[in-house]
């Protein structure tokens, strides 16, 4: 199965209505930085949080590098929503300069 797919740069740093970045990371790489305004739901945790995507809804899928996301991309695709994996997830975002917030007090955002 093909996974659709787009460029870090291709996806807009402030998001339209209607289009969602989904963070699939776990909460550690979440908390060390994620991109202002995604939505975080781990890749671990998916099937049980369906109901917490909000309806009619494009979903852009990121998790570190792209592995996790392809997967998760294909798995909303085939159930129904539309998602678009992000090549080369938040490692690219943060190399290409791209807007990072953290939640670990005191320290700087970064991708782990």
Known sequence: MTVP????SEVPVDLPAGK????????????AGHAPGALHIP???????????PGDSEFYVVCRAGGRSARVTQYLNANGWDATNVDGGMQVWAATGRPLVGEV?????EVI
Not at 20 to 31: H, S, Y
Not at 105 to 109: I, K, T, V
């Open 5 to 8: 797919s787009v460029e870090v």
């Open 20 to 31: 969602v970045l989904l963070d699939v990371r776990e909460a550690d790489e979440w908390a």
């Open 43 to 53: 890749m671990s945790e998916l099937a049980g949080r369906l109901g917490d995507l």
């Open 105 to 109: 007090d005191g320290a700087e955002p």
